[in-house]
Antibody, heavy 122, light 107 residues
């Protein structure tokens, strides 16, 4: 059974950093692209970015709202995807989901974690 | 960026009704369109990928159609568990934008 478990969320002050982890099981993690999607309280879904599988170069792409502040990485040996968030703003407050793409990075996301809440506040 | 516009934003319907939600892209996305269902406090669930392909395990009352800029999600006969918020998302080019969502409520 495919499982994705996010961790690392919490309360953080504006301007500080936080790293989220997404621990995967039940599939060959290295074969799949992984995305991060966030949802501010009471709002819709916002794609944050993705990291391609190594077979597609492992490259990353980001939404404009986080580019230059957020960095995605992956450790295929541990089946973990990371989202390093820096220079956090109050508008980054959201539930952050990691999600696995069906196959390549341009396909839909058919497995999601339960989400982890990040609250940016002084 | 490609803008995705869903209509309606909210919809009231009864069990057994046929419901259609539309999604329009600001430019052609060919068939790179996905539909998700989200229930309160839960992660989204993929229903339809590539505009019209039913994700494994999703009931056949859900169907998708369209290509280019105009897409639809149809639920042929609403069931109580279908009351939720639905999102379209394009995966044609980054950023992979979502529509604003359609909240489907019980009439």
């Amino acid at each position: 059974e495919v499982q994705l478990v996010e961790s690392g969320g919490g309360l953080v002050q504006p301007g500080r950093s936080l790293r989220l982890s997404c621990t995967a099981s039940g599939f060959t993690f290295g074969d799949y692209a992984m995305s991060w999607v966030r949802q501010a309280p009471g709002k819709g879904l916002e794609w944050v970015g993705f990291i391609r599988s190594k077979s597609y170069g492992g490259a990353t792409e980001y939404a404009a709202s986080v580019r230059g502040r957020f960095t995605m990485s992956r450790d295929d040996s541990k089946s973990i995807a990371y989202l390093q968030m820096s220079s956090l703003k109050t508008e980054d407050t959201a539930v952050y989901y990691c999600a696995r793409h069906r196959d390549y990075y341009g396909s839909g996301m058919n497995h999601w974690g339960q989400g982890t809440l990040v609250t940016v506040s002084s | 960026d490609i803008q995705m516009t869903q209509s309606p934003s909210s919809l009231s319907a009864s069990v057994g009704d046929r419901v259609t939600i539309t999604c329009r892209a600001s430019q052609s996305i060919t068939s790179y369109l996905n539909w998700y269902q989200q229930k309160p406090g839960k992660a989204p669930n993929l229903l339809i990928f590539a505009a019209s392909s039913l994700q494994s395990g999703v009931p056949s009352r859900f169907s998708g159609s369209g290509s280019g800029t105009d897409f639809t999600l149809t639920i042929s006969s609403l069931q109580p568990e279908d009351f939720a918020t639905y999102y379209c998302q394009q995966s044609y080019s980054t950023p992979y934008t979502f529509g604003q969502g359609t909240k489907l409520e019980i009439k």
